[in-house]
Each structure stands twice: as C-alpha cells, then as structure tokens.
C-alpha cells in the first residue's frame, strides 16, 4: 500500500539554524511528492512538489530532491525565520484520486 | 478565482443532530475530496469524487455521506453527529488526469466542529 512517514515533532529552532523533516515513503510505482505547510487557523498550502525521480522541488528558500533509492522526500532550508514557524506536512498520490499525508511536523522558530 | 470555499467556519452540534459541511471551488477540477484533521493523526480521507455523479470512501467513511450534482460543489453530510466527530474538516480539490501523477491539491480554510 501507500503510506508517509514523517519525523515526529515538534521542532524548535533559533531563528537562521539548519532546517531537516525527514520524509520517507512507501509507493508502488512512480508517486508524485509534495510538502504542504500549513499555519496557524489555516488550511494547508502547497509549498513545493516533484513528480519524478531526482526531481528537486524547491519555494522560498525550501528545498527537498525526490530520492527514490532511499523512497525519501526530505524537506530542508538552510535559514529559518520565525515566519517559518508553522505545521509542515509531506504528502504523495500515485494516481491522483487518493492522497497520503504524514502525521505532520510541527515547527517553532524563535528570534 | 475564491478557490476552495467552506461554510462554516465554526459548528458545535449536539449529539444525534445532522447538518451539511458545504465545499465548492471555482477552478474546475474534477477532483475533490473531504479530510479530517485529529491531533497526531494528520489528515485522513473521508471520501472523494473523481467527478459529477462519482463518489468514493476513504479511509474514515462510516458516518458521513457524500454527492456530487455538479463539479464544482461537494457537501459532505453527518447524519447523526457523535463526539467521535469533533475534528477540523477540509475540502480540497485537484486537476484530475485518470492514469497519470497527481497533480496538487488546494484547500479550503476548514471547518472546525465541535459535536457536545
């Protein structure tokens, strides 16, 4: 079947430290890979996306590369802003009538 | 271009009472779908519609109900409302392409239930 698994939350970072979510995935064929972030009162967004092998899907400043040798999707950035500071979720589809979310990553950036 | 409307924002229920979660989108997709939102648990699918008349289960069916008369609408309905469906509801709609990759999907701002 198909499934994500995420790293567990929440995170707490000082604000310009590394950013890493770990995603992996489980998949029969060849999934499209998105991260979705969703603030506070809000529904989820689509941050950025990869629809095929080695495929690097990046938006402000984020950045994840579609690995299917180790079925990965991490998400990363390499300054975060406490703007950042939001629910991060890791999704994929195969055929585009059903949708596998992880649990969701909880991000915390302080000043 | 509203995207992924839903009305309400907010509903407290009683236990045994039904209403009707309203979704619409004005982008034409033909897929869309309801999921809930728990702590811990993420977003889990309720049921999804590949198109006008087409409605499928998800994950976490039992207790709710769903049509599709028109693409761009999709209610989904709780008959008889119980604690257990205290959750946060989002809509979400997609471009659909039968046999090829997903495309991503757009969200509704959610409706946040409360069953007493």
């Known amino acids: 079947g198909n499934s994500v698994t995420q790293m567990e939350g929440p995170v707490t970072l000082s604000e310009e430290a590394f950013l890493t979510i770990n995603c992996t995935y489980t998949a029969t064929g060849y999934p499209s890979l998105f991260w979705y972030v969703q603030y506070p009162g809000e529904g989820l967004q689509l941050l950025l996306k990869?629809?095929?092998?080695?495929d690097k899907g990046s938006n402000k400043g984020f950045e994840a590369t579609y690995r299917k040798e180790t079925t990965s999707f991490h998400l990363e950035k390499g300054s975060v802003q406490v703007s950042d500071s939001a629910v991060y979720f890791c999704a994929l589809t195969n055929t585009g009538n059903q949708f596998y979310f992880g649990t969701g990553t909880s991000l915390t950036v302080i000043p | 271009n509203a995207g992924v409307t839903q009305t309400p924002k907010f509903q407290v229920l009683k236990t045994g009472q039904s209403m009707t979660l309203q979704c619409a989108q004005d982008m034409n997709h033909e897929y869309m779908s309801w999921y809930r939102q728990d702590p811990g648990m993420g977003l889990r699918l309720i049921h999804y519609s590949v198109g006008a008349g087409i409605t499928d289960q998800g994950e976490v069916p039992n207790g709710y109900n769903v049509s599709r008369s028109t693409t761009e609408d999709f209610p989904l309905r709780l008959l008889s409302a119980a604690p257990s469906q205290t959750s946060v509801y989002f809509c979400?709609?997609?471009?659909?392409?039968?046999?090829?990759?997903?495309?991503?999907?757009?969200f509704g701002p959610g409706t946040r239930l409360t069953v007493t």
């Open positions: 990869a629809t095929k092998a080695d």
């Open positions: 979400a709609s997609s471009l659909f392409v039968p046999g090829q990759g997903g495309e991503e999907q757009y």
